[in-house]
């Protein structure tokens, strides 16, 4: 067989966000990916993909949305009419639109509009942030979005020292799954349940849809959205009333403890069925199994943090560890932050040291409304948007395309395909896949380091990001050698390769046939209490926490009702079809997204599966398609994450239904569960 056309195999590593960071087996034919399987490079994802990457990523890089060259705009903005040009003049087009900024309001004028495309060291974050952190542009405060209440929450009590790697779930006796859709976007920590299950291992699910995982667990918690800190405080002051708090673990490992009952013992079985909806059978069933178990071990979705009460849910939950004395034991302890375990030096990588003093910060679920704020000084007069799909994935969707539609705001665009938000752009960068450049991964689910190479060459003309901001650097006159880093000394920079994890490779030399395990000091399995400790300012597990109640006024967890307008709450976590907006042109996500209402609702509105509904409330409207489904309580609609506009007839997706103005009580984040909608058949 010709060379060209010979099949060949090649490892890489899945860049996506999600917390698995499978490695990857990917078959090329010439300059072409033609199959994508999971490889046992890793051995937690262990040969074992997901779907959506299997059957969306080769038309993702191949596919007609593909960015093949960088193009300027040639017609009204938002309407897609572009021509192509020359690298030159793409780059030129930048400089000119940034320069124009700059000079008549200074460097902050100038916003990168970025967030975790890509989750690649390189790619997610390395030559961009240096040039940005040069220019002196305004700085974006990414976590809100997604992540950073689920993050603070934990740090909060455990510091930046590394959770339970999920392997470690097989050596529990009793596993709490809670608002984490493990099937669809945690899927290798459902394979340590199976295994777990073989051994009679009990799981709980504690979730407002009846999932997958919830269906197979030995209880399943209906819990309506937002409501989870009740839950877990009202569950601490049972626990503390049958006397099944571990005295002797709190004394030797926790700081609060007393703040944090005082506030716990406020919610009981009336709180629970008022808030929560459940029955104080529930809640005593719940109880009886974290009592009677030797082992627990709890792992949280990001679902709890889409709510007014996200950040204390989460606390609240996870405190409930140290309460009962989950630690120091494998087996024993919250599934969260693994990857912590990695010796990161994204300082290095990154340059912060970079920053003007005095550079303000913008959150980023606060961009829409930075953009349209007449008073703002200096006003953001030019953008970048790369590694993201604001469009789709932002709340307050229809005031977010308002902003972008501004016609003296310049908006250039890098992405690998095109995409509703870079169809605002004046000037559009082709970026390279993954699979057509190097770069590191460390992962924020398990505890692996692993390398990936090119697999084929860029399509088109795409370039890798890193190489964008390298010219771009070069385009604006700095000429500090970092901005010359070659991909091998970015990937160096990204960790400590000194450390003896790395078993004496560099960080850009991790052989691309191993995952370097990220242990604990002697080469042991990370144990919190044993081996790592909490890097909280005290040295314990905090309970109460300083920072919390300083910042924001939540030492200790609390419920914060929100006042409901609707009769339906709309809840719009992770897709099959999607992580996040990514795949979200491909043929899969094409059509209408559904919607599951409950029996009861839909009745009430003569609805019936495969009707056609309109989703609405004072922002917008969506059109969707009806699935009657026991799975959601009466009052919650379910509608995944992540479609593009052209799957509703009314041009929004659910994102134009969400909030943006109701925060979480914590990091100021995105609420997207606080969504009060109504449904009907649509005309
Ligand atoms: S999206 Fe997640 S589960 Fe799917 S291949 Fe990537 S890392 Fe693995």
Known sequence: MNEAVRELVKPSVCPLDCPDTCSLSVSVQGDRITAIRGSKVNPFTDGVICNKVARSYPEFVHGAGRLMHPMKRVGPRGKGQFEPVSWDAALDLVHEGFSRAIAQYGPQSVMPFNYAGPHGELAGGSMDRRFFHKLGATLLNRGPLCGAVRGTAYTSLYGSSPGMPPEQARQSDLVVIWGNNVTVSNLHLMRVLKDA????????????????????????????????????????????????????????????????????????????????????????????????????????????????????????????????????????????????????????????????????????????????????????????????????????????????????????????????????????LPAASHFEFDDVYGAYGQNYVQRAAPVIPCVGESLPNTEIFRRLAARFGFDDPIFKDDDAALMDAAFDGSDERFQ?????????????????????????????????????????????????????????????????????PSSDKRTNATFGGCAESDGMEVVEIHPDNAAERGLTSGDQATVSNERGKVTLKVVVSDAVLPGVLYSPKGTWLKTSATGNTVNALIPSHIRTDIEDGACYNETFVDIERSA
């Not at 790592?532 to 030492?555: C, K, M, N, Q």
């Open 504 to 572: 004496g490779f560099s960080p850009g030399g991790v052989p691309l046939e191993r995952a370097l395990v990220m242990t604990a000091k002697g080469g042991s399995e990370p144990v919190m209490c044993k081996n790592v400790f909490p890097a909280t300012p005290s040295g314990r597990i905090e309970l109460y926490s300083e920072d919390l109640e300083e910042r924001f006024g939540y030492g200790v967890p609390r419920f914060e009702p929100v006042k409901r307008d609707r009769p339906l709450i709309l809840i719009s």
């Open 197 to 428: 299950g073989k051994r009679g291992v009990r799981v709980v699910v504690i979730d407002p849809k009846r999932t997958k995982i919830a269906e197979r667990a030995d209880l399943f918690i209906q819990i309506r959205p937002g409501s989870d800190v009740v839950f877990a405080m009202a569950a601490a002051a049972e626990l503390e009333r049958r006397g099944a708090l571990d005295r002797a673990f709190i004394e030797e490992w926790t700081v609060g403890f007393d703040a944090f009952m005082d506030e716990a013992r406020r919610y009981g079985v009336k709180q629970v069925e008022d808030i929560c909806g459940l029955s104080a059978d529930t809640l005593m069933e719940f109880v009886e199994l974290y009592a009677g178990a030797e082992n627990v071990a709890a792992s949280f979705g990001n679902g709890i943090e889409r709510g007014r009460s996200g950040g204390s849910g989460l606390r609240a939950g996870m405190a409930l560890q140290a309460l009962t004395g989950n630690h120091g034991r494998p087996g024993a302890g919250v599934i969260a932050k693994p990857g912590l375990s990695a010796p990161k030096t994204t300082e290095r990588l990154q340059r912060p040291d970079l920053v003007p003093d005095g550079t303000r910060t913008f959150n980023i679920v606060d961009v829409a409304h930075k953009l349209l704020d007449k008073t703002l000084d200096p006003p953001v007069m030019a953008t970048m948007i790369y590694n993201h799909n604001p469009v789709c994935t932002h709340p307050d969707q229809k005031t977010l395309i308002k902003a972008l539609r501004r016609e003296d705001l310049f908006i250039a665009g890098c992405d690998v395909v095109m995409t509703d938000s870079l169809a605002f752009a004046d000037v559009i």
